[in-house]
């Protein structure tokens, strides 16, 4: 696989752009289209969040037949508790955009982010849409116009065998997946049938943003979407797999690391459990607890609350069989708290980033999740954001 | 009912003590002992965490037959993650204190709470338990003697009908309990015989305790126990349960009030649900949420925060249907924010008590639930506690 430095433009015939168009006070990006030159196949999973944002409602509509063409993302207000106006709003968004891009309303997808509650401007998003044919380009500020609390672009892509990925993500705060992410936009220049695809975006979601935690709080708005244009051809099924898997996860640790308040990344292995599902319960109960996330932003080699949270993750395991390591420091051996060495355990937990293993000696079961510790600041973020 | 000043020392034929024997650094307050003149019939509920600690292993065991005279409770080390050595030292507190008190050490039942990982001084224990008997009295600092991280000591008795109830409870981090609760020891001179009073504390329970959230961590020590020795004859069983549920919300309120870093207790009645399950459902997702914690600490009115944890409750309920109510502030209509007064939510949300109620319009089903906001001070308390 090849490094390149760009996002979504990278696949051949895609293009696309990010601006401001005045839904943020901050004069901050807030508006990006992405565009693909000919009607591409094209999957998507969303929240499971109960409660679904208007823009959900009609990307999935529109997503009926597989095939999209543009997708308009805006940031700032997220369309959500919107009731029937929301969804004209949304419609009425997907509509004027394919008037601008000479394409078929049915083959644009829309995604919007931000607060819930309020409606969307539709006279800025109007104007925003004027003309946007000729604004597209394939080094545009996409990553950059889909971010809220966010404080880095998320973006990625690789090129594999004949075919590229790129892909751009927004997540900082409500950030507890269950079937999506927050919001994902993938694209790709190989030729993908859009069931193949929803399998592919769906095994590789499964395993990165679906592995990963900052507060528990599963947004309304979440959606990964990817479309495949087949401009290259065909590709060689499992290095599209694993390519995609890559660009998810690598994603995935971004929005994890650019978690609310987050000082540092934590990735949590979890190995030998009795099942694969038991090993995912258990990392996902750790990188969701509090307590362990404070005591990891306080560098404290606190293993009792990951005793405690193992125990919480409803998983099959023994406890007396249980090691666990920081790095490679040995801190839990058969469910006792080893006697390991206190300083050095709390310099690696110092470093930007945390590995933590677990080791549950109980079968072949395994699976890695991505979160980050919990400061002062992610209560600072929240106490003050927005109403 | 009336209400006593005091704990589990008012029902008749009860005395206990609360001193310090040295396990907390800090001198305080860590060892407790609640002793009955007579034997009594008595129950407990645990901890569904699987990690379980010691103490409750075999305090499980001794109530087997469904009789105790008396509970010793350390505070300091909670006896989790200790293997066969655990067990062991929880047999040995029981067999000393029976000893001192001229009882079956099978009729002790044995509580800790504190750190997790470290072994019982049993030095300090056994010294601590010397002579206990002459300590005994009806105006013990039991109370004080169960706290970690509790900033104010928890305890209620009321007298109803012919008989008294008291309690005495510990809790404010680690709080998400889902079967029993933190540590709460409750004393009745009725005569229930114990597979009654194990469906009496189980209903009351399901009511407070189980309803209460602090920071979805629940812990590996939690247990509720109640003793009734019988000593003022039968009682009214449905005056009974009404008055053990009032000291058992009350305790509740007491712990989610005191939750750590906390600067308010949040009521979250939900009516009028689907189901009375589905109303606890979303009464304890709301309170659970992070995002709707720090909002409250804010004082920031965040509907959609709200709406977003309805959506996460994994209950059935109708979006369109959904009022919100801050106290008596409406927040929400049919699922759509309301036009409210955002001075007069702010001033109804800086009270030392928020009251949010949510009405689902969409069948019978109530429920409540007790939380606390989030603060910086959760963080600090939780970032330095230990290791």
New interface residues.
């Given amino acids: 696989m090849e490094f390149l430095n760009n996002n979504v433009c990278s696949p051949k015939g895609f293009k696309a752009l990010g601006k401001s168009i005045g839904i943020k006070k901050s004069g901050k990006a807030d508006f990006a289209v992405i565009f693909s030159e000919v009607l591409a196949d094209a999957a998507a999973v969303y929240t499971s969040?109960?409660?679904?944002g208007a823009p959900l409602i009609v990307t999935r509509n529109h997503l009926k037949d597989g095939k999209a063409q543009s997708i308009v993302i805006n940031s700032g207000i997220?369309n959500?508790?919107?009731?029937e106006k929301g969804i004209k709003d949304a419609e009425e968004t997907a509509k004027l955009a394919a008037e601008e891009l000479g394409i078929d309303a049915n083959n644009v997808l829309v995604a919007s982010t931000g607060?819930?509650?309020?409606f969307l401007p539709m006279g800025k998003i109007s104007n925003g849409l004027k003309g946007i044919k000729d604004e597209l380009s394939i080094t545009p500020e996409v990553a950059k116009a889909i971010m809220t609390t966010d404080t880095v672009e998320k973006e990625i892509a690789v090129k594999a065998d004949n075919f590229t990925i790129g892909a751009i993500a927004k997540g900082s705060?409500?950030i507890s997946p269950n079937m999506a992410t927050m919001l994902c936009f993938i694209t790709t220049d190989a030729k993908i049938p859009s069931k193949k695809l929803a399998d592919f975006l769906k095994n590789s979601v499964n395993k990165s943003f679906n592995m990963t935690n900052v507060?528990?709080?599963?947004?309304?708005s979440d959606m990964a979407v990817i479309m495949a244009n087949g401009i290259v051809g065909k590709a060689d099924e499992k290095k599209f797999q694993n390519a995609l898997d890559y660009v998810c996860i690598e994603l995935a640790k971004k929005i994890a690391k650019d978690g609310e308040g987050a000082t540092k990344l934590v990735e949590v292995n979890v190995k030998n459990a009795a099942t694969a599902e038991d090993a995912k319960k258990i990392a996902k109960s750790i990188v969701?607890?509090?307590?362990v996330k404070?005591?990891i932003?306080?560098n404290?080699?606190?293993?009792?609350?990951i005793?405690?949270?193992?125990?919480?993750?409803?998983a099959k395991?023994n406890?007396?069989l249980i090691n666990i390591y920081f790095g490679n420091e040995q801190v839990?051996q058969?469910?006792?708290?080893a006697g390991f060495n206190?300083s050095e355990a709390k310099s690696i937990m110092k470093k930007d980033a945390l590995s933590i293993t677990i080791d549950m000696n109980d079968g072949k079961g395994n699976a890695t999740a991505y979160g980050c510790d919990?400061?002062?600041d992610?209560?600072?973020?929240?106490?003050?954001?927005?109403?």
């Fill in positions: 969040n109960k409660v679904k997220s959500v508790c919107t009731g607060v819930i509650g309020k705060g409500m507060d528990m709080d599963q947004s309304t969701s607890s509090n307590l404070c005591a932003f306080g404290d080699p606190n293993v009792g609350r005793m405690c949270a193992i125990g919480n993750s409803m395991f406890e007396n839990v058969n469910g006792r708290i206190l919990m400061s002062y992610y209560i600072k973020i929240n106490a003050l954001y927005t109403t």
